[in-house]
């Protein structure tokens, strides 16, 4: 039984299937994000923001980083090491529900550490921040590990008790994505997983077509002769 089934499925229709699956996996909810009008961060520090928003535009507030990730890239020549594009730190951002993560890659961790700095000083009684951190994300619930190193850092240093962090309700992470790039990946997903699916059916009507001819090719072979009677 196996055996027939397999024998009707189209290897690269299988193929293309499977990559446009994955593709769409990946791609599919931040595609419908990207697609949601976007707040602003101001929306964000009035507290107007929650899982599945599309939030962009300049950060007007930073506090510090509560956690990083780092990954290096080495120059033996002079000994110095640079952070790959891959490398985040993880910032406690204001807002009306009383704080959220914002994930902020190396890319933006100049114009980041800027607006701490800028912040921290407009508290201390100076002028507004003027550092530009502009961004395009999404909002997620925050993953476990990091939620843990959040609470701590509110508990710690911003005196928070645990009935504050409870009320905040699902802690929330704001991250970067390039949103332009994952549209393009939704579309070749689902053009591959609609070619695969075309392929498969059509492999499988020929493969079924062609079964039916050699099943009835071989029971007119297995049929016993048949005579007309003779007439006299």
Not at 172 to 199: H, S
Request: a neutral charge.
């Amino acid at each position: 039984m196996l055996g027939r089934l397999f024998n009707k499925i189209s290897g690269a229709g299988l193929m293309l299937a499977l990559i446009g699956t994955l593709l769409l996996a990946f791609s599919l909810r931040d595609t419908v994000i990207s697609f949601k009008a976007a707040k602003s961060f101001d929306d964000v520090l009035s507290g107007d923001v929650a899982a599945g928003d599309h939030v962009a535009g300049r950060v007007p507030y930073l506090l510090d980083s509560f956690a990083s990730m780092q990954t290096w890239t080495e120059d033996r020549s002079n000994n110095s090491r640079t952070p790959k594009k891959t490398s985040s730190r993880y910032y406690v951002l204001p807002s009306g529900q009383g704080c959220l993560g914002l994930t902020v890659h190396s890319s933006n961790f100049s114009p980041a550490k800027n607006l701490v700095d800028q912040t921290y000083g407009y508290f201390a009684g100076g002028a507004a921040p003027t550092a530009n951190l502009e961004l395009d994300t999404r909002v997620v619930e925050m993953e476990q590990e990091l939620a843990e190193m959040f609470r701590q850092t509110l508990r710690e240093d911003y005196g928070f008790s645990d009935a504050d962090i409870e009320a905040i309700g699902p802690l929330l992470m704001v991250e970067p994505r390039a949103f332009g790039t994952i549209r393009v990946f939704c579309g070749v997903g689902g053009a591959l997983f609609l070619l695969g699916a075309v392929l498969l059916i059509r492999y499988w009507h020929k493969s079924s077509v062609k079964s039916r001819k050699l099943r009835a090719a071989r029971e007119a072979q297995a049929a016993p002769p048949s005579y007309d009677p003779e007439i006299r």
